[in-house]
């Protein structure tokens, strides 16, 4: 009995033994796996940890970002504002321009109307005008003709068959201008020799011839018979070199 049970001790111990070395074995087994995941949970949490700063330090980027991009934002809707109220400012004195642009040119187009009825005004006026200065001249171009017929005439009868003057009054004078004009009206006879007639702008001129002595006068067209007959005077008197009285 005794070897059995020292046999049946020893197998036991054994036994037991190799028990304890597998669950120490299992144990060791265990730890070894926990102490790697352990291992693993620090690695995770430090790039988790990595991760989680480079997201702050992100966030802080982005948020900074975001604080410049909301201070440009104020910014521009600050300019958005100034800009509008000088656009209404602008459109203001637009508006203005405008009504005083259409007032001046309203204005301009009375005055040209204004301006092109003048200008027809005066271009009727100047035809006017000319009308009447060639009346006028014609007129007195006829009258300096009606004053040499009748100077012809006083001719005749101021001097004698000698060139000597015999003298003649104004009434005569008066009644020659009238003869003249009646003459006139019906002839177109030139004045005899001692009386030189030239046509020109309303003027005719008297020539008159004593002894060999010639004396000239230009006449305007508008001489009275009292002028007249003083031309004729001072006229006889210079040919013939004497004072010659009516």
Known sequence: MGPFITSFVVVLAVVLLACLCGISSHRLQRAEKAEAEYKK???????HKDQARCWETAFDTVSDRAKKLAAESDGLKKRLQEAGDENRRLSDQLHKKQTELAAVSLEHDHLKL?????????????IEHDKRMANSNRMRI????MLSTAISLLVDEAFDQNGSWT??????VTEVLHRAVAQRLKSEDKPDELVGYKSGQAT?????RVGGSECRHELSGGES??????ILKEMAGDASGTEVSA
Do not use: F, M, N
Request: hydrophobic share 30%; with cysteine; net charge negative.
């Open 142 to 145: 006829e009258r300096a003709e």
């Open 225 to 230: 018979p009292e002028e007249l007959l003083r």
């Open 204 to 208: 005719a001129s008297i020539t008159i």
């Open 167 to 172: 003298g003649v009054d104004d009434d005569r």
């Open 41 to 47: 949970l620090q690695t995770s949490d430090a790039y």
């Open 114 to 126: 204004h301006c092109t009825t003048l200008r027809a005004d005066y271009d009727a006026l100047k």
